[in-house]
Structures are given as structure tokens and as C-alpha cells.
């Protein structure tokens, strides 16, 4: 019996999943993304005429897919769109692309954690993962279970190839634990895989500041939501559920280390960590 990698069309390519299958045109997760991010107003800009949308269900996180190619790779809490505040933005192409209707189905897996095995020493330290965002693999992201808005940093946002241009301007400001405020440079939303082989892609918004900082990015509670993340600080893992079974993304000790040595360094009353 041949598998599912064997018997897909290669003649059909999806740039959103860059995965063969399906053409980037028929993609149900891309045009269901797209439909969501309208009727937001997201893409106000790119979209002429809303009022012959019919009404649609919430967008599904689209589906598990081989890795794909990656051009680069990146080593180095407030009122936000989390919580209903400030918008954000996203690519022009996919905007204009055809918005079609899918039947939704929710993943149904039991995620465990085993207990025996491999002993894990006692440390209490980060979750620090690597993900894909657009074309790039970057790596120092801090996962975040406490907090509302997904953080990018401004130099990983120039790195990734982003503009003034893709930035949605935000009156919000964030506020630190010590009661200081900083503003924002503006919001852009990205698309972001994590996992590998069994991955899912979502589309974030970001608060891009302008801030030294140990890592490129902080993923927080919304997006894990969104994920249906289940995550483990002793064993270091997180895991959710795509529609080949368990994903999962394993923390680096040594970047976890190295990421709060470095963040000691950096910290003073107006670099701590944002909320």
C-alpha cells in the first residue's frame, strides 16, 4: 500500500502549505484564513467590495505538511488583537485570492506525556522552541502561557524582510511589570508553522517593539489556544493535535540557558519583559 506522500498529485502545488496536492487556489485553509482576516477589516485596503461575503464559521488552522523550503534563518501585556483591541495586517496576494466554503472538522486526539523513560533533570528553565514564520526558520521563541499578545521583535522583523509597510499603526501600549509603558512599533500579522513532519500553520498578529531582547519572538496564550497546545515545562515539549496525529515542538536546553543568561544581561527598568 502506497502512502499519502506517494500518491499526491505532483503536478498541483500549494504555496500556502508548499506542500503538492492541491493548487494554491483551491487551498479551503488559505481562502478560509483570508475570509476570516475581512471580516476583521484586516485587509480593508485590498478588498473592494464586503457586502456580497455570506457569513462564515471561524478560520481552521490548516493542516500538517512536510517541511517546505526556507530561505533564511533567524538565530539570534496589553489590549491588543488578542483581546479584541487593535488590528493588524497580512500579505496583498493572498487578499485577492478566491474565497470558497469548506465543511470544519475538529481534531479528536488524546495528548500524553510519558512518564517513564527518559529522566529529565530538575531546571526551571524557559520554553525556548524554534518555528517557521513566512520563509524563514527562527529560532529563541519564547513560549509564554501567562500573557495575551504575541511579541516580535523589531530586529527579527527586519530580518524577516518586513517593512513600514506591513505595519498596521497601534495606539495601545505595553505595559512592563514594574508599571513603565513603551509603545509599540505597529502590528503585522504572519503566518507561523510549528512542527515538523506533523505541522500546523495559523495566521498570527504580532506587536513588533522596538526592544533589546534574547529572543526573536514570544508566542503566547491566545495563539497556544488557537493551537489547542498542551505544554509541558518539565519534559520540555509541546504538543497539539493536526490532522496526522500528534505534532510536537521540543525546547533546546542549551538556547533556554543561553536566552536567560542573555536576558539577565539586557534587563534593566525599561527592557523587562512586557505583558
Known sequence: MKSYSEIRDK??????????????????DLQYQIKDLIRREHLRRYVRDQSSLPDCRPPRDSSPRPKGPVEKQIDVIFRGPASG????????????SEV????????DLDITFKSGGEEYPCHDNTLVISICMANAYVKRVMIDTRSLTDILYFDAFQIL??????????TSTLTGFTGDFISPVGATTIPVTFGEPRSKTLMVPFMVVKLPSAYNTIIRRPTLNRLKAVVSTYQRLLKFPTRAGVGEVRSDPRES???VERESGLMSPDT????
Do not use: I
Open 272 to 275: 523587562r519583559t512586557h505583558r
Open 161 to 170: 524582510g518586513l517593512t513600514d509597510k506591513d505595519l498596521v499603526t497601534l
Open 257 to 259: 540557558r543561553q536566552c
Open 100 to 107: 470558497g466554503k469548506r465543511p470544519v472538522h475538529d481534531e
Open 85 to 96: 483591541g487593535d488590528s493588524s495586517s497580512t500579505c496583498k496576494a493572498y487578499a485577492r
Open 11 to 28: 503536478r498541483r502545488y500549494c504555496r500556502f502549505h508548499r506542500e503538492y496536492d492541491h493548487d494554491t487556489e483551491e487551498c479551503h
